[in-house]
Every structure is written in C-alpha cells, then in structure tokens.
C-alpha cells in the first residue's frame, strides 16, 4: 500500500479544525445563542396568546423563528448559520414588542438580543442586528401613523421615542464593538491571535508539517527543515516517502494504513528519514489526521530526532546479549572443574585409590572455581563497593611459585626472579596473577615464563607466551570483558574477566597492568606494583617523570 489510499475514510471522521481553534469556541458560542432562540419560540407564542393576539399572528411569528433556527442548525456555512440565528433574536424581540403594544418595558428586549448577539465576537452581527432595530422603528416610528403597529396610544410622540430609543441601540452596539475591539488588542500576544497559533507551528522545538492526504508537504515548520537539512520551500509539494529511507518505506506505509483504520486515528513508527546529505537519522514519527480551514482533510506530522534513543537503545540491547554471553561463557568456565571434582570423588569409591592424588586434584579445582567466583564478585562489585586492600611486604618470587601451585597445568612453567619486593595485598596479587597464568595457558603458545624484575619505585611480574600476537585495535578491549582474543587451547570460551578484574585490582593497589608484543615474537603481560609504601613510591615516580621532562629541582 502505498501513501494516500488509506486517507479515504480517515478523513471523514477527522478531528475538528487544525491551526483554527477559535472555530471550536465558536461552535459553544453558536450552540448557546441557537438553545436560546429555539426557547424563545414557544415562550413567545405564550405571551402572544395571553395577550390576545391573533391566532394567525402567533402562527406566523413562531413559524418564522423556527425556520430561522432551523437554518442556523443545518447551514453548513458559519456566517449564514451565524446570521439566522442574529435576525432569528432581533426578531423574537420585534415580536414582543409587538405583543406588548410598544410600551417602553418592552423595548429592553431588543437590548437583550443585542447582547446575546455579541456572544458571537463578530462586529457584522451588531451591524445586522442593529439595522434591523433601526428598520424596525423606522416603521413604527416614521413611516406607520400614529399607533398603526400597536392597539393603544402607548406613546405620545412615536417619532421622538423611536428616535430616542434608536439612539440608546446605536450607543450599545458601538459600546459593545469597542469592547470586542479593546479585548482583541490586550490579547494581541503570541498566544492570543492566529499570528500566534502560526508562530506555535513555526517554533515549536519538535519537527511538525502538515501533509495533504496524498503525502505531499503542505506546511513545514523550521524543526523539521533543520532535521532534514533542507529549506522548507524546497519541501513544500515534495511526497513524504522522499524523506524516508528505501527500507522503511514498508513501515511508513504501515503506519499510514493503521491511521487509517486504528481506532485511535494516529499512528506512531520508528523510520530513518534521510537529510539533504544523504545521511539516515533515526525518527520517532506520528501521523494524524485533522482537518484544516473550511474542512479540508489534511494529515499532521511530528517527526523528533530520535537517533540518540536509538543509539542507546540497541546499546542497551547489545548489554542484555552480552550479559546472555557471560552468563553462559561463565558456566562454561565453571562446568569443566566441577565435572572434574565430581569424576574424581566417584574415582574415590575404586578399588585401591590414590586418595591422596585424588584429593590433591579435588582440591586444584575447587580452587580453580573459587577464584572464577572471586572474579565475579569483584566485577559485580567494582562500581559500587571499593576492594578491601591490606597491603604488606611481599616476596614476588614466593608469590609466583605459590600461583603456579595452585593452577592445574603450570607445574612446568619456570619462573625467574629478578627484583622481590613488592607492598601489595598477597591475596589480590596472587588473584590477578592466578589470571594471567590461565590465560596464557589457555590461549598462548605453549612456551611459558615468568619473570620478576625491578623498574624504578615498581616491582614488574611478567607472564610471557609465544602464542599469535594480539590485534593493536583489540589490545584495550581485551582488559574490558568484553572480547575473546587469541586461539583458544584448552577451552572453547573466554570472557576476559580476570583481565577486567586484574586490571581493577592493580589499580587499587597503586599499580596496573598492561600489554605489548615484545620483539621476540612472545606476548607480555605486565603486572606492575610498588616496591614500597605508597607515598615513597609517589615521591620516585614524581622524581623519574620530572627526570625525564628534564625539570630540576
């Protein structure tokens, strides 16, 4: 379905007038002065009755009024609607007075409808109504002899009371005219005329149009122009489906058909429009349909510049997918421990067991997933609660022979010990280190070496493998937990977390660890730590970097 077709019957139940919102106050105003004259008709024809008039005199005046309220009902023209029911009111008034035999009580009833006609807010109205009253004694008064018009002398110069009387209107209409005058100008704002409803559209922060039922752009306000990149005159008459990426052209119709049919009457679809470069934005778009002056059909568009949100919410996605990932790859990680734990303790029921072998297995990997957990809970808790150091004096190479224990596979991996003194929390030192040795073990080469060696106020333990050499572009993400690099060796899946966790726990304790291709081919992995107590270490580190600025004290 292409744009347009779906407008057929939209437009035929469409909301009341778009940018006219007086017609919506003149429609109340009108409704009140036609309930009026409609209540008039049968009051009238009581006071006619009860005052001896004519049967046929009654007749006809109630006829007349009906059909007048009749045409303000059914006109589909305001102005004709408007002035039925104007003359509808200065006739019923006339029709009193009548009745009355012109006593001056009676004339107050053209006043009356005079007001009710200023209802209206329209100065043409006063003006008709005002000359009906002025024909109206210009009868009674100049043109009928004496009391032609009334069955009694109520008056004893008709002309001079019709001309008093005449003048007492004119001073209403012109007093109620400049009423509506002095009204209009205190509310000559922005918020108060249609210049300021035009102003509304054209300023609005959101991108708006307004669209024929065809799809081309009828009005377009700056928002939406700056959105686009284009000039609102070079949109005027262009199809909205020109604005929107080829792919979404689908969705655009989609949404067009269920404005179309919903019982909402609007609709609202995620589309890329594309801008004047060529470059896709993503929008969030509404359609509705309204109608504009004089009834015609047209459709509303509000278009925001919702690149961002989306942005952000396929971030939020690819977060969801990834914590998916982890969890799985951290089951993963678990499961091949636990199986082994659990092989060996059924090994246990044989005949003639190594229990000691078995137990000392047993207990490599429970240690293997402690330290995954230890991992976990570090990671969970890194934003919100700080690692509890308790730094000492450590020995280096003690700590890397203890690591290489504790980790199944590293009994081979030599370790040669260059500097050893290290001010450090031994716990979160051998952790970080339990880190790299596995990983180094799981996706380096098979050649492995440790190394302990001073540099400046830091100690340096190095984990070195020969296995492929880590992409430049990939070397930051992998201490991030969210990249699997290098070839795996002994298992399929790898997080990255003990390098996020690693990470986390050097920097807590005044160090950091980093990565670089040496120039032997091996890949080296660098925990660097204080050799001493923090506020000595930053004392040299602040000595070595205004040495190598060449600043002298």
């Known amino acids: ?113 005079i007001i009710a006609v200023s209802f209206y807010n329209e100065w043409l109205l006063l003006v008709l109504s005002f000359l009906y009253v002025a024909a109206f004694h210009l009868i009674a008064g100049f043109i009928v002899p004496g009391d032609a018009l009334t069955r009694s002398p109520a008056v004893a110069d008709p002309v001079g009371w019709a001309s008093v009387h005449l003048g007492l209107t004119l001073v209403l209409v012109l007093l109620l ?64 489906r020109s604005v929107v990426h080829a792919d979404d052209l689908g969705e655009l119709d ?30 969030r778009v509404s359609l509705s349909p309204v109608e504009w002056a004089a009834n015609r059909p047209v459709i509303l568009l509000h278009i925001e510049d919702a690149t961002k949100t989306h942005q952000d919410q396929r971030r939020l996605e690819h977060l969801i997918e990834g914590k998916d990932e982890f969890v799985a790859a951290i089951g993963d990680e678990i499961r091949e421990p636990l199986s082994t734990v659990l092989e060996l303790a059924s090994h246990a029921d044989g005949v003639n067991p190594d229990l000691k072998l078995i137990v ?4 490599t990997h429970a240690r293997e997933v402690a330290s995954i957990v230890d991992d976990l809970v570090v990671s969970a808790r890194a934003t919100t609660k700080p690692v509890s150091v308790v730094a000492r004096s450590v ?8 690591t290489l224990e504790r980790i199944p ?17 031994p716990d979160l030192t051998r952790q970080i ?7 180094a073990i799981r996706y380096g080469g098979p050649s492995i070496e440790l190394k302990t060696t001073g540099s400046g106020p830091d100690t340096v333990i190095q984990v070195m493998d020969d296995g492929p050499e880590i992409p430049v572009s990939e070397r930051e993400r992998i201490f991030k937990g969210d990249l699997r690099s290098g070839r795996p060796v002994t298992r399929p899946a790898a997080v990255g977390l003990s390098l996020t966790v690693g990470r986390h726990l050097a920097r807590q304790m005044g160090g950091d660890i980093a990565y670089r291709r040496c120039e032997d081919g091996r890949n080296l992995f660098e925990l660097r730590l204080p050799s001493e107590r923090l506020t000595e270490i930053h004392n040299a580190r602040t000595e070595l970097e205004a040495e190598r600025l060449g600043i002298t004290a």
């Open 177 to 240: 005219v400049a009423g509506r005058w002095l009204a209009t100008k205190a509310n000559a704002g922005p918020a108060g005329t249609e210049e300021g409803y035009r102003l509304s559209f054209e300023k609005a922060p959101i991108g708006m149009a307004v669209l024929a039922p065809s799809g081309e752009f009828l009005h377009v306000n700056e928002a939406l122009a700056a959105i686009l990149g284009h000039d609102q005159s070079k949109l005027i008459g262009a199809s909205v």
């Open 395 to 402: 020995d280096a190479g003690l700590v890397c022979r203890k």
């Open 254 to 283: 989609r949404a067009w058909e269920e404005m179309g049919n919903g019982a909402a009457g609007s609709a609202t679809a995620w589309l890329r429009c594309v801008t004047v470069k060529g470059q896709a934005i993503w929008g």
């Open 433 to 439: 280190l339990h880190g790299l040795v596995t990983n």
């Open 360 to 363: 000392r297995r047993i207990e």
């Open 409 to 425: 596979g590293a009994d081979g991996i030599p370790v040669v010990i260059g500097a050893t003194a290290l001010w450090a929390d």
């Open 1 to 113: 379905m292409s744009v347009g077709p779906a407008l057929t019957q939209t437009t035929r139940r469409a909301s009341p007038v778009l940018g006219r919102p007086e017609a919506t106050a003149f429609a109340v105003r009108h409704h009140f002065v036609l309930v009026l004259l409609w209540v008039l008709v049968p009051a009238l024809a009581a006071v006619g009755l009860a005052r001896q008039a004519s049967i046929y005199q009654v007749v006809v005046a109630s006829l007349l009024l009906m059909a007048l309220a009749f045409v303000g009902m059914s006109a589909r023209s305001r102005n004709l609607a408007a002035g039925a029911v104007t003359v509808g009111l200065v006739v019923a008034a006339g029709t009193l007075v009548t009745y009355m035999e012109g006593t001056a009580e009676s004339q107050f009833a053209f006043f009356l409808a």
